[in-house]
């Protein structure tokens, strides 16, 4: 009776972690690459311009959408407008990358910003929409 029981425990005790790990298939900040690279200036002042491009590389298995993309980026501020809908400054080293909508797997969000520096674009934090692995069905 023992026997069984344990037997039947060590059982869960396997299962579950198993489960686990299928359920917590995760995608997190590392699946974001930031790429920022100069592009010129602006005329006036000679003021860098940069361009900052954001792909989803997200390679959990099925794939994944990233969304409530949060950005470090100092005290935001740009001599060239950028559309706040792209990025936004929320609050110091904060910013929002497209509203916080989702970001495809392989898509890009980029912008260009002009400022005397570049400032520390790095990923902060973001949600993982795994893709569930859809059941094929027959067609006939
Ligand atoms: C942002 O930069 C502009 C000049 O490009 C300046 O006039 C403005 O005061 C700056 N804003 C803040 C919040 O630093
Ligand atoms: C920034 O550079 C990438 C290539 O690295 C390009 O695909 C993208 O269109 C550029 N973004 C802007 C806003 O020019």
């Not at 898509?107 to 569930?132: D, G």
């Amino acid at each position: 009776m023992l026997g069984l029981n344990s037997k039947s425990f060590s059982f869960f005790a396997t299962a579950i972690p198993a489960f686990t790990l299928l359920v917590q298939a995760d995608c997190s900040i590392w699946n974001m690459k930031v790429d920022q690279k100069t592009m010129g200036w602006l005329p006036e002042g000679r003021i860098p311009v940069y361009n900052v491009s954001v792909r989803n590389t997200c390679d959990i298995r099925g794939g994944c959408a990233l969304a409530n993309v949060h950005m470090t980026c100092g005290d935001f501020n740009t001599s060239l407008p950028v559309d706040p809908d792209i990025f936004r400054y929320l609050s110091f080293n904060d910013c929002l990358l497209v509203g916080g909508r989702s970001i495809q797997m392989g898509s890009v969000a980029s912008f260009l910003y002009a400022h005397s520096k570049p400032y520390p674009m790095t990923i902060s934090s973001v949600t993982c929409f795994p893709r569930i692995p859809k059941i094929r069905l027959n067609s006939l």
